[in-house]
């Protein structure tokens, strides 16, 4: 079975940081592209970030540039999401999603960390 795991939620104050980590098992991660969305409260769901399969690729929302980072370590089949200079309007619970490097469905979402940024 295929789980994809986040851990690193919790409360931060605004401005502060956390590391978001998501352990994958069950898929050949390094075929994978992987991504983090986030979903606040009465909102849709949101693109946050995304690295193609071999962490050479990157992309953004333009909401977070030059303050979140997302990695992977292929070795260890896990994907991060460093986040700095957090804001309130950024709590939200955060997914992590993977898809096969030749789609562009995210077909394998986890469950969601939550992250509640304080003012």
């Known amino acids: 079975q295929v789980q994809l795991v986040e851990s690193g939620g919790g409360l931060v104050q605004a401005g502060g940081s956390l590391r978001l980590s998501c352990a994958a098992s069950?898929?050949?991660?390094?075929?994978?592209?992987m991504g983090w969305f986030r979903q606040a409260p009465g909102k849709e769901r949101e693109f946050v970030a995304r690295?193609?399969?071999?962490?050479?690729?990157?992309y953004y929302a333009d909401s977070v540039k030059g303050r979140f980072t997302i990695s992977r370590d292929n070795a260890e089949t896990t994907v991060y999401l460093q986040m700095n200079s957090l804001k309130p309007e950024e709590t939200a619970v955060y997914y992590c999603?993977?898809?096969?490097?030749?789609?562009?469905?995210?077909?394998?979402w986890g469950q969601g960390t939550q992250v509640i940024v304080s003012s």
């Open positions: 690295i193609s399969s071999s962490g050479g690729t990157s």
């Open positions: 069950g898929l050949p991660f390094s075929n994978y592209g």
């Open positions: 999603a993977g898809r096969a490097w030749s789609s562009v469905v995210w077909r394998y």
